[in-house]
């Protein structure tokens, strides 16, 4: 991953729950990842209470198998907010519905990464 190139790092909230995505200069290497409260939670509480979340891409390199790049994205107060907001109002819904929404970012996953 060049240090110049131009990589996007959003959360998307069309669904009503969010989706970190990842875009790039060549499209065919844009991705996404639904995040859901109780992953995001359990793998790290104190991701939750900072004041400027910190989300870092990090990519291995399809040719040379042992170098990593990593580009870190930092969201604002705001955003933080925002994110944190949505994912603990996943605490108060069901696995099946939290399910559902998952399911539907899916089916929409073109939608979302255009």
């Not at 959360?11 to 991705?31: A, G």
């Not at 933080?80 to 399911?103: F, G, P, T, Y």
């Amino acid at each position: 991953m060049d240090k110049k190139e131009k990589i996007v790092c959003k959360v998307d909230y069309r669904l009503n729950i969010p989706v970190l995505i990842f875009k790039f200069s060549e499209p065919y290497y844009d991705f996404m990842e639904v995040l859901e409260y109780e992953i995001v939670a359990g793998l790290n509480q104190e991701w939750m209470g900072k004041e400027n979340i910190a989300v870092k891409l990090i990519l291995s390199d399809s040719v040379i198998t042992d170098q990593l790049t990593s580009r870190e994205f930092i969201f604002s107060a705001y955003e933080s907010d925002e994110l944190r907001k949505q994912l603990l109002l996943q605490k108060s819904l069901s696995h099946q519905k939290i399910e559902e929404m998952v399911a539907s970012v899916y089916e929409n996953a073109n939608k979302l990464l255009q």
